[in-house]
C-alpha cells in the first residue's frame, strides 16, 4: 500500500517557467513532509520541508504548499534552471512511527532551456 | 558531497550468497539509517540507529540485519541473497532522530544479484 503517491513519473518544463511537483497521501497520521531531489549517481538531497501546523513554507525559489484536508502537498521551482532537472521525491513522517520516513516512486523533472 | 560515505559503491555477487554494506555517517551525526531503492520503487526505509541502538524498523526482510557501532558507522547485513535483492542502497545519517533532523545521503551501494 503506496501511503505517499507522486502519480506523475515525469515533468518537462522551459527554463524560467514554473515547475509544479505533486504529491498526495493517504495516512492522516504524517505529521511532517519533506521534499528531496537526486541526481543520478548521487544520494537525495534534502530540499524543503513543512509540518503539518503550517501550509506554507518558502525558501528561496522553492516552496512547498500543504493542504491538509486533500492530503496533498505541492513543490513550485520558480523560476525552473535546467539545474533544477533531477528526480524529486516527497516523503513523509508520523510521530507514532518514530519518525521513519515514508518517501513517494518520485518525479523525474526535466527544465529545457 | 553530504559528508556521508558508503563503501563498496558496486557490489556483484550471487545468489545465495552474503554481503556487508558499510556507511561512515557525518561527524557528529548519531542517527543512521538505511533506506532500499528497487527498480520502479521509491525509497524504501529499512532500519534506524540513533546512538547504537536499534530505534526504527521498517520493510527489512529477516534475511537482513545492520548494527551501529561504538564509532557510530553503520552496516548492513544481507544473507541468503535473491535476484530481487538487487536495489541501491542507501545510508543516511541525521543529529538526532526527529523528522525535521535532515538527513544525509551517502552515494549508494549498488547491489547486483546474478
Known amino acids: 500500500d503506496q501511503q505517499v503517491k507522486q502519480n506523475s513519473p515525469s515533468l518537462s518544463v522551459q527554463e524560467g517557467r514554473i515547475s509544479i511537483l505533486n504529491c498526495d497521501y493517504t495516512?492522516?497520521?504524517?505529521?511532517?513532509f519533506l521534499w528531496y531531489k537526486k541526481y543520478p549517481a548521487e544520494g537525495p538531497t534534502f530540499l524543503i520541508s513543512i509540518s503539518s501546523i503550517k501550509d506554507k513554507n518558502e525558501d528561496g525559489r522553492f516552496t512547498v504548499f500543504l493542504n491538509k484536508s486533500a492530503k496533498h502537498l505541492s513543490l513550485h521551482i520558480v523560476p525552473s534552471q535546467p539545474g533544477d532537472s533531477a528526480v524529486y521525491f516527497c516523503?513523509?513522517?508520523?510521530?507514532?512511527?518514530?519518525?521513519?520516513?515514508?518517501f513517494g516512486k518520485g518525479t523525474l523533472l526535466t527544465v529545457n532551456p | 558531497d553530504s559528508g556521508v560515505t558508503q563503501t563498496p559503491k558496486h557490489l556483484i555477487t550471487a545468489t545465495g550468497q552474503r554481503v556487508t554494506l558499510r556507511c561512515s555517517p557525518r561527524s557528529g551525526d548519531l542517527s543512521v539509517y538505511w533506506y532500499q531503492q528497487s527498480l520502479d520503487q521509491g525509497l524504501q526505509f529499512l532500519i534506524q540507529y540513533y546512538n547504537g541502538e536499534e530505534r526504527a524498523k521498517g520493510n527489512i526482510l529477516e534475511r537482513f540485519s545492520a548494527q551501529q557501532f561504538p564509532d557510530l558507522h553503520s552496516e548492513l547485513n544481507l544473507s541468503s541473497l535473491e535476484l530481487g535483492d538487487s536495489a541501491l542502497y542507501f545510508c543516511a545519517s541525521s543529529v538526532g532522530g526527529a523528522p525535521n533532523n535532515e538527513q544525509f545521503f551517502g552515494p549508494g551501494t549498488r547491489l547486483t544479484v546474478l
Open positions: 516523503a513523509a513522517s508520523a510521530r507514532g512511527s518514530n519518525y521513519k520516513l515514508t
Open positions: 495516512n492522516s497520521m504524517f505529521d511532517y
